[in-house]
């Protein structure tokens, strides 16, 4: 799956549709009420990886970015739950 969506992150030279991140960021604000809850950069260093959710609805969506600023819905689903870290654990 993630070596999958890495190598159409890198297929992607324009965005097709002429929306990207902002675009992307609107919907899932707007439409689904979600905010951003964590990211990082996939192995390649070419793609951005977000995390949304609401906290109320359950509805989460992993959002791919790529450096061009295309973005698109990786996967997403509902149940989204937060963990509270033990203590002492840094995230590592």
């Known amino acids: 799956m993630i070596a999958r969506s890495e ?3 890198q297929q992607r030279d324009m965005c097709p549709s002429g ?10 604000e707007g439409k689904y009420s979600e905010k951003l809850r964590a990211h990082g950069v ?4 070419r793609v ?16 791919g970015i790529n450096t061009r600023g ?3 819905p990786m996967t997403s ?6 963990v509270t870290p033990e203590p002492g654990d840094d995230g590592a």
């Open 7 to 9: 190598a159409q992150a």
């Open 19 to 28: 929306k990207g991140y902002d675009h992307a960021t609107r919907v899932l």
């Open 42 to 45: 996939m192995p390649s260093g």
């Open 48 to 63: 951005r990886v977000e995390f949304w959710s609401n906290a109320e609805t359950g509805t989460w969506t992993v959002l």
């Open 70 to 72: 295309c973005a698109w």
């Open 77 to 82: 689903g509902e149940g989204w739950e937060a």
